[in-house]
């Protein structure tokens, strides 16, 4: 099992930053995949980023590419997200989720074993 609990949602305007955090425990980290979705009101839940277990391959969609940026720290068991240049068509709830298949780099919500309880992220214009 591996809990994982997202941090760092708020409010912000566009054009600004928020650093979205996940905290792990349980299963090893090292050897888990981690990603982050996001699904705002009336859609489906949508990839944004993924990270392999070293860190060393990452993947993003389209629609965040060049402005979001995704990190880990295998010691301190922590994935986080850095949302730069916010638009107001980011606003959503940010989930943090864990792949067992370490080394993949998976863009669907059902490849994916653990999920968070979401941080809500609002960008006004």
């Known amino acids: 099992q591996v809990q994982l609990v997202e941090s760092g949602g708020g409010l912000v305007q566009a054009g600004g930053s928020l650093r979205l955090s996940c905290a792990a425990s349980?299963?090893?980290?090292?050897?888990?995949?981690m990603g982050w979705f996001r699904q705002a009101p009336g859609k489906e839940r949508e990839f944004v980023a993924t990270?392999?277990?070293?860190?060393?391959?990452?993947y993003y969609a389209d629609s965040v590419k060049g402005r979001f940026t995704i990190s880990r720290d295998n010691v301190q068991n922590t994935v986080s997200l850095q949302m730069n240049s916010l638009k107001p068509e980011d606003t959503a709830v940010y989930y943090c989720?864990?792949?067992?298949?370490?080394?993949?780099?998976?863009?669907?919500?059902?490849?994916?074993?653990?999920w968070g309880q979401g941080t809500q992220v609002t960008v006004s214009s």
């Open positions: 989720a864990a792949d067992m298949n370490y080394a993949t780099l998976r863009t669907h919500t059902y490849e994916y074993d653990y």
């Open positions: 990270m392999t277990w070293s860190g060393g391959n990452t």
């Open positions: 349980g299963r090893s980290f090292s050897r888990l995949a």
